[in-house]
């Protein structure tokens, strides 16, 4: 395991590799993102910065000693687990001589339905981007089109970006192009589950594993934490921003909507919040910088998570039926929060329109209305209801494509395909031609 991040504990045939990277989203790209009022537009604008910065954590793990050493030990491997925006990777797998499965963090998008030619029907599967929900209107479904065509210039610049870093370690000529390593994958991993969205087709190449991170039996909290939750006479709110943005950087006003709104509560609040300190912290908030965010949502006196929208929290919550008050913030968090609002379970507040009124009303009506828990109660059980759990799954398809040496018979042809060839628009094109030539007027 090759990780920024250090783990504690030991498991004997787990061997660990530390590269510490400093995060790609720092506080002036938080502060940017609570300043903007378009997140659509800005994930445009941010488009080939965060394409380029991702670069830079696949350059340092490539060029450091103890992956090299790895790269040139006798000792074969039988797989290379890897995840997305990390295409340079492909290379280490054809060094090893192993296959690769590729992790993705949300619903497929172009770029990773490419890696095994995955199917994406405009007319039904709204873009990830754009907040449609199903059944689409026409209107949906022109602006359903142009997402497409905005996801194949994203996909376009990506493996420009990843292709420059893929050749700088694996140069042409000595080892496969780019293009043949990224249709070596085996398999996909997608933090994804039909009961969170719009259904979809997949190839057998393609495994939903949602809820991956979810333990079946959660662990037990710290000490101040536990007491906290359990001390609360009338239940606990979470808030928590994800890893990436930093609560701290919020603008003063917004700060100040919220925790005025807090200091009116009968509940406590657990805040991941990333500084020592907080100015005029009322009395019920406990500041933390960091949670074990899936323990504390299976904590039952949870009534409450105030979140931006990130898949994996939307899973957690999900999972243990709890409701949430979604802030977005940026990428496809709108989207993710617009289906579960749909579905019941969220009251959504855009960021830039919090103040003591509006998040006030979003606090309460979640937490009084017994809409949102019935909601989310009875899609918990949807979630939840499944042949075996998202572990055993990841875990059964992994050994799988060990067992069968890459599994190349998932394969899905068309993966091989370009585009024309795929959708047949060369035989099209000749049967237009001949009925020309035969229906053609004398």
Known sequence: MVSPYPEPE???????ITIPIDPWATGNFTKTIFENTNSRWLMIQMMPYMLRASAVPVNKTLRSPEVQSVLKEPEGFDLLITGIMTDAAFGVSHQLGCPTVVVCPNAPMAVVNDMVGNPTPISTIPNMMLGLTHPMSFRD????????LFDEVFSFVWKY?????????FPPGQYPSYDAVRKNVSLVFLNHHFTKGTPRPYVPAMIEVGGLQIKDKPSPLPEDVRQWIEGAEEGVIFFSLGTNLF?????PEMLSAILQTFRTLKQRIIWKWDTQDMPNKPANVMLKDWLPQDDILAHP??????????????????FHGVPLVGIPMFGDQPVNL????????AYVLK??????????KAVNEVLHNPRYRDSVKRLSELFRDRPQSAMDTAVYWTEYVIRHKGAPHLRYPGADMNFCKRHSLDVLALLGLVAIVIFKPE
């Not at 970006?161 to 700088?168: C, F, K, L, P, S």
């Not at 960021?351 to 006030?360: A, I, L, N, R």
């Open 161 to 169: 970006y990843q292709r420059q870093t893929y050749e700088e370690h």
């Open 351 to 360: 960021h830039t329109e919090v103040t003591v009124e509006t998040f006030s």
């Open 10 to 16: 030991r498991i004997p045939n787990y061997r660990k």
């Open 301 to 318: 006196n949870v009534r409450l998570f105030i979140m931006h929208g990130g898949l994996g929290g939307i899973a957690e919550a999900l």
């Open 338 to 345: 617009a289906k579960v609002e749909k579905e019941g379970w």
């Open 141 to 148: 479904r022109v602006a359903n089109l142009g997402g497409f």
């Open 247 to 251: 609560s701290s950087s919020m603008p």
